[in-house]
């Protein structure tokens, strides 16, 4: 019915009589093969396929005019889905139906919402596309899941999870910032760019601020794309490693809500007229191996200080790595035994690295944007400031002090 109804708004235009199937046809069809369906669950298969292959022939030869004439086989193809929908929810399955009838009503209604997404890709965004296509959907399910090489630290199927994930936020802020990039400016970048990485939008931002004769929303964003990374790394600790994300999450609170309030009053000091380019084509399969590559290292080191100098070492091991990368010390941390180092002390060991890599970012700010940047160094500052009376306030906790 849902289909008949949107098929029958479609072409309401076309004169009575034209149309070769409306809400009437599309209700029956679903009925017709959902009892055929019931039938097939009952163990009547042969009636069931009778019934079924008599409404697609029905449906082929009322439509097999339509498509030489109007060349459009958005109807007939969705008179196929209504059949295999009714089919399935007679042989059991009603919500599975109800939920593809709601998707299959989504792509015919927003006919004209992708239809103008299509038109304003260009070359390069298919490409984004294919590329991610193979990372999320060549790779992944055919890889084995098991213990694998040195101290068995590999396992092939989360090792490529974490390259899918990774690029996953390399993509999306692709393709926000094709659609809203070059409208919100500034702030956008910084919104888009913090979703994969902060550190590289504050040297570009702050690099670009240097050079400015004066200061625009530059500041906001530097502020803006910290603000996103501390909120990007508790939802990466959160989907890779769930038991250290209560002590995480409440170590990155205060620093999220200092980095939060410097970045709107930077925000509502910026003038209006900031704009941005748009940023590379970030999907691109080398540079995931390569990350691969240093996350497989990773957990081999892991596996071995594990070993030999327990949840202590750990932990050293964690802040070592993740002072290069927030993310690499996360996916190292997700892939090691629970019983490997505790909550709480695993929770320290990756602010620690947070706090590394926004002090680097307060470096870059000082040296790219000079005293152009004063206003974003001092958000950057006060987030760090409220980042260390955290750590301190957790290690005096852990200490039983």
């Known amino acids: 019915m849902l289909i008949g109804i949107e098929r029958g708004w479609k072409l309401r235009e076309q004169e009575p009589g034209t149309r070769v199937a409306g809400v009437r046809t599309f209700s029956m069809l679903g009925l017709g093969s959902g009892i055929a369906g019931l039938l097939a669950r009952l163990g009547h298969p042969y009636v069931a396929a009778a019934i079924i292959l ?14 030489e004439t109007q060349h459009d086989s958005t109807s007939a193809v969705a008179a196929m889905v209504t059949i295999a929908i009714g089919f399935l929810a007679g042989l059991g399955q009603p919500a599975l139906a109800i939920a593809s009838a709601a998707v299959a009503v989504a792509f015919l209604a927003m006919r004209t919402e992708l239809h103008g997404f299509v038109d304003r890709l260009d070359e390069q965004d298919v490409k984004a596309l294919a590329r991610y296509a193979i990372i999320a959907g060549a790779i992944l399910p055919f890889l084995p899941s098991g213990h694998y090489g040195p101290f068995g630290a590999w396992n092939p199927q989360k090792l490529w999870f974490v390259v899918v994930l990774v690029t996953g936020f390399s993509f999306l802020g692709y393709v926000a910032n094709r659609i809203f990039g070059e409208r919100n400016g500034t702030i956008a970048t910084a919104v888009i760019g913090g979703l994969y990485s902060s550190t590289a939008v504050t040297q570009s931002l702050a690099q670009r601020l240097g050079a400015a004769q004066r200061a625009g929303a530059e500041p906001a964003g530097i502020a803006l794309a910290s603000t996103i990374m501390y909120m990007r790394s ?29 970045s709107w009053w930077l925000y509502r ?3 209006g007229d900031g704009e941005s380019a748009a940023p590379g084509n970030p999907v691109a399969i080398v540079p995931a191996l390569g990350f691969l590559t240093f996350v497989a290292i990773a957990a081999v080191a892991a596996r071995w200080a594990q070993g030999r100098f327990g949840q202590e070492g750990l932990a050293v091991l964690l802040l070592i790595i993740g002072s290069t990368d927030v993310d690499t010390a996360i996916i190292t941390l997700g892939g090691l035994d629970p019983a490997a180092i505790g909550a709480a002390l695993a929770a320290l060991a990756l602010t620690g690295t947070v706090l590394a890599n926004m002090i680097v970012k307060l470096g870059i700010t000082l040296v790219y944007a000079r005293s152009k940047g004063r206003s974003a160094a001092f958000a950057l500052a006060a987030s760090i400031a409220a980042l260390i009376l955290s750590i301190a306030a957790a290690w005096f906790r852990l200490k039983g002090w």
């Open 54 to 67: 008599g409404l697609v022939a029905l449906m082929v030869v009322a439509y097999a005019r339509a498509l």
């Open 234 to 262: 508790t939802f990466l600790v959160g989907l890779l490693s769930t038991r250290v994300l209560p002590e995480f999450a409440a170590l990155m609170a205060p620093p999220f809500i200092v980095s939060a309030i410097a």
């Open 269 to 271: 000091r910026a003038p």
